[in-house]
């Protein structure tokens, strides 16, 4: 809900997709309190799915350390500590790394786009639901590849275009009509979900991100789809 200045800024988030990095850190700390349980109902519950399917996708073994960039509330980086693997949280929205508090996995408050790691410290890195909403997103795969060691790994997961013509259609139409009346009933937010609509509509389709990690210098670039496409996950090497 929040005061009109909040819903002036957050207006200009849905109106421009400008991306100022304060105002997005400052939309999630305003999401932050119900974020988790309105991603379970908004996915139908396909969200426990598509963690489980980026944590195979990225293929860490025990004693390895991965960083899962724009963690939120950590709810993706619990999924990616599974069996022996180290796995930290960084965001810069504090309001979300707070309401993940109790998830017991490390947490650092840092951008995506300057990293607070040293080179080639990482065996992986991941960012689900999150490259979107960087303001400056191949700059962001710049920086994964500095903070990534030679031969780990990268791992997109992120929501892309549904592959069958006619369902793309009936889920445009979705995103346009059901996503925010939903949102109003379950999140503290409503307009911030109504940018996540917009949001998703304006990111590029599989093949164009493909490209795009690819000339920021990853290597072995491929993806496969989730839910017919609704959400891809990319994955790259660092060469
Ligand atoms: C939709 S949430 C995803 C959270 C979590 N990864 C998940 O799967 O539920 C997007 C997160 O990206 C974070 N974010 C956006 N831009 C960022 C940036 N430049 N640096 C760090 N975090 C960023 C936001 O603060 C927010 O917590």
Redo the contacts with the bound molecule.
């Keep these: 809900m929040g005061d009109r200045r909040d819903s002036a800024h957050t207006a200009g988030l849905r109106a421009g997709l400008d991306k100022q ?1 304060a105002d ?2 400052a939309m ?1 700390d305003r999401v932050a309190k119900r974020y988790d349980i309105t ?1 379970t109902v908004l996915s139908a519950g396909l969200d426990a799915s598509w ?1 489980r399917a980026t944590r195979e996708a990225l293929g860490a073994r025990p004693g390895q350390t991965v960083l ?6 950590a ?2 980086t619990v999924e990616l500590a599974a069996g022996g693997v180290t796995a930290i949280a ?4 504090q309001g ?1 790394l707070r309401a993940g508090a109790a998830r017991p996995v490390p947490k650092v408050a ?4 300057a990293l607070p790691l040293a080179d080639e410290s990482v065996d992986g890195v991941v960012i ?3 490259l979107r ?3 400056d997103p191949d700059a ?1 795969l710049r920086e994964f590849r500095r903070v990534t060691r030679p031969g780990g790994t990268l791992v997109i997961c992120e929501f892309s275009s549904p592959t069958w013509a006619p369902f793309r259609t009936v889920y445009t139409e979705y995103l346009m009509k059901a996503l925010p009346r939903i949102a109003r009933a379950v999140s503290s937010n409503p307009e911030a979900y109504v940018y996540l609509a917009e949001s998703i509509r304006a990111w590029p389709d599989q093949a164009a991100l493909a490209r795009r990690v690819q000339e920021a210098g990853w290597g072995e670039v491929a993806w496969h789809d989730l839910t017919g496409g609704i959400v891809a996950l990319h994955r790259a090497r660092r060469v």
């Design positions: 990095p997005v850190a999630f991603n963690r899962d960039v724009a963690a939120g509330t709810v993706s960084c965001d810069f929205s979300m840092g951008d995506a786009m689900s639901f999150g909403n960087v303001a962001a």
